[in-house]
Nanobody, 124 residues
Framework: QVQLVESGGGLVQAGGSLRLSCAASGRTFSSYTMGWFRQAPGKEREFVAGISWSGGSTYYVNSVKGRFTISRDNAKNTVYLQMNSLKPEDTAVYYC?????????????????WGQGTQVTVDS
């Protein structure tokens, strides 16, 4: 069982930056592939970024490539999402999720555990 708690969301001007954190409970955090998803009002939950258990593989949706960076610190049971050059279309609730699988997957149903989400609002 893994419990996930996101933090770091907030209101930022377009072009600004935020760093999201996701703290995980449990001793097996390092064995999980981790992902960040987002959901805007009236839209489906969307994959944003994922990272393998070792941190050696990362994957991003095209719309955030070059702007967002996912990383993890297994010693701290934490995964991060550094978001730079934010745009109004990045506004959403951001969720982190844990997947028992060994490769980064992009579909929400592949993930076993979810956090409660943190709101990111980018003002134009």
């Amino acid at each position: 069982q893994v419990q996930l708690v996101e933090s770091g969301g907030g209101l930022v001007q377009a072009g600004g930056s935020l760093r999201l954190s996701c703290a995980a409970s449990g001793r097996t955090f390092s064995s999980y592939t981790m992902g960040w998803f987002r959901q805007a009002p009236g839209k489906e939950r969307e994959f944003v970024a994922g990272i393998s258990w070792s941190g050696g593989s990362t994957y991003y949706v095209n719309s955030v490539k070059g702007r967002f960076t996912i990383s993890r610190d297994n010693a701290k049971n934490t995964v991060y999402l550094q978001m730079n050059s934010l745009k109004p279309e990045d506004t959403a609730v951001y969720y982190c999720a844990a997947d028992r699988g060994v490769v980064v997957r992009t579909t929400p149903r592949s993930y076993d555990y979810w956090g409660q989400g943190t709101q990111v609002t980018v003002d134009s």
